[in-house]
């Protein structure tokens, strides 16, 4: 049975998108670790929850402008609108995987898969290389061992997370949930 969706258009879904993004801005900014080409964050966690919830569309700009916002507020390097758009790419590939779908192995790997090989190793390489002129082996190099351990990371804590984490109670306290 598939679990009941937030309306995104209440007060009460704005007020649990918000607050997700709130958390999607905490963990990317305070509880991540920066290294020179490379960037470890548990952010993925709140964004794979935001998917569950809420339509692609609206998780592929909520991460975009969560991600904006902790530049804003937090900036760790130099600003780069690359990256805003793998942002709401993540948010956006998440939601097609995760939102009013069954949640298998299949799907959350499928999704990790994307969001880590082809946006975070790809994309955010070219970027890379676009800012700082970067040899693509040199990228590749650093990046490839992350990428594959990030992956593995990804897989265990969405399942985990998604399979845990009672988010039938947050919809089920909307009043505003929809059943399908």
Do not use: D, H
């Not at 607050?19 to 960037?39: E, H, N, R, V, W």
């Not at 600003?79 to 959350?108: D, E, H, M, S």
């Not at 990046?143 to 997370?161: A, D, H, K, N």
């Amino acid at each position: 049975m598939r679990e009941k969706q937030l309306n995104w258009r209440s007060a009460y879904g704005v007020s649990v998108l918000g607050s997700l993004m709130a958390m999607q801005i905490l963990l990317g900014s305070f509880l991540s670790i920066q290294l020179l080409m490379t960037k470890i964050t548990f952010s993925f966690i709140v964004t794979a929850i935001m998917a569950r919830l809420f339509p692609p569309k609206i998780t592929a700009g909520a991460t975009g402008l969560a991600y904006l916002l902790s530049m804003l507020l937090f900036p760790k390097f130099a600003f780069f609108i690359g990256f805003v758009l793998t942002a709401i790419l993540t948010g956006y590939t998440f939601g097609l995987c995760l939102y009013q779908k069954p949640l298998t192995l299949w799907r959350i790997s499928l999704a990790a898969f994307v969001v880590n090989f082809g946006f975070n190793l790809f994309l955010n390489s070219l970027w890379l290389r676009m800012m700082y002129g970067l040899a693509w082996k040199t990228l590749f190099v650093t990046r490839v061992p992350q990428e594959i351990i990030s992956f593995v990371i990804y897989v265990i804590l969405i399942q985990l997370v998604l399979k845990v984490l009672p988010l039938s109670q947050l919809t089920a306290r909307a009043g505003t949930a929809k059943e399908e």
